[in-house]
């Protein structure tokens, strides 16, 4: 007599388990995709740029090819250009960014 209830109690538990991993299932497959985002610079900036600061602020390696500075530089300067909202600040710290990468000065010609 009690090995009857012991199966279908066994039975049941384990009927309520796989509807339980169904729906745990289902919710992961729905949930949104983790965005995928590159990281940016997140810092404030050093007194003196140097290069590795440089190479941060444009999303580049510190020894890159000046066609792949220009167009960082580019695209960096397209999403915070002053004309556009952006910060006059920030300008000047990538185009500092810039001429550093390419070699064209080695202090500290912000405006700011």
Do not use: C
Not at 27 to 56: D, I, N, S, V
Not at 61 to 80: D, I, L, P, Q, T
């Amino acid at each position: 007599m009690e090995t009857p209830m012991v199966a279908g109690a066994a039975v049941a538990a384990a009927a309520l388990a796989g509807r339980y991993g169904i729906l745990v299932w289902q919710a992961f497959k729905a949930r949104p995709p983790a965005a995928r985002m590159r990281r940016f610079y997140e810092g404030g900036f050093q007194t003196a740029m140097t290069r590795r600061e440089a190479a941060l602020i444009l999303g580049v390696r510190e020894r890159v090819v000046a066609e792949k500075v220009k167009e960082a530089h580019r695209r960096v300067m397209v999403a915070n250009h002053p004309d556009a909202g952006g910060s006059h600040y920030l300008a000047s710290k990538i185009n500092e960014a810039k001429d550093i990468l390419l070699g064209k000065s080695n202090n500290s010609g912000s405006a700011f």
